[in-house]
């Protein structure tokens, strides 16, 4: 007991550290988020303005990360028998489908200024991207533990790297108006920001999908499993075989089994099947209905009903 105890209260005070991490990153992105668009503003330039709504959403999304990450925390109760932790991927999809509707507003808002430049204060937009990017890369390095083990985390970690870089253009595209008073670098930066948003947020919001649509996962194979269960001694088929995730990190499977011999035999094999898919697949969620050969289900497929 003394053991349980001790990992409770070191997990417990992980995850305080990682709220604080992500407190103190929202402060400073709001801070930030006030500043960019004061000087876009006064400036006239709209790649700082677009970098300022980026930095907004991503003050925005860690909110999300933050309040999905408290309530993934919650234990199962009786409205959610399998608990809260995909909280934590709902706050990813709604990270990354802001993301991509912010980067299609600032596209076509690019787009506009294309055939209308405006003026920009180069001086101004330098140095605000200048202080965003040392900024953004302060908040990247808070969440870059966080992010390894969270899809939640790995979205807000993303709107922050896509800020760093945003900034990165913003200061060349400042720099190129102060050098050659080319103003047409302004629209052509905010468009080069929007499309690495959505590229970014395209490729990462399938996987999120996939998981909420209780899709299986990567690893274990669903053939390999079946094969693996079909192995084991006693066993004379699968079918009705569903795999998925019931969170980021938690795979869990449900099958029915066809006993060769008798139902005296059901208890030995349940427990040869488990061992076998705990230690060939760390798969430890198991629910197996197990049915003679009088009793399988007629003309069953091996996946779906």
Sequence with gaps: MPHDH?????????????DRRVAWAVAVNIALTLVQIAAGIVSG????????????????????????????RR?????????????EVVAALVNYTTLIVIALML????????????QVEGWTVVVVAGVALVIDSVTALLMLRLQKDSVNMRAAF?????????SVAVIL??????????????????????GYILWHAGSEIGPVIRLLMLGSPESPDVGDVAARIRAVPGVAGVHHLHLWRMQENEAALEAHVVLSGGPEEAGPVRAAIKQTLESAFQLTHVTLELETRDEACADAPLIGH
């Design 75 to 87: 234990p199962a109760d009786a409205a959610m028998t399998f608990g809260y932790g995909r909280a």
């Design 6 to 18: 001790h990992h409770h209260h070191h997990h417990h005070a992980a995850d305080l550290a990682g």
């Design 45 to 72: 330039s709209l790649a700082l303005i677009a970098d300022a709504i980026h930095n907004l959403s991503d003050a925005l999304s860690l909110v999300i990360a933050f309040a999905a990450r408290r309530i993934a």
């Design 173 to 194: 595209g400042g720099t190129l108006i102060l050098l050659y008073d080319w103003r047409l670098v302004d629209p052509i930066v905010t468009l080069g920001i929007s």
């Design 158 to 166: 993303l709107h922050n790297i896509a800020d760093a870089l945003g």
């Design 107 to 118: 596209a076509a808002e690019g787009v506009q200024r294309l055939f209308d430049p405006q």
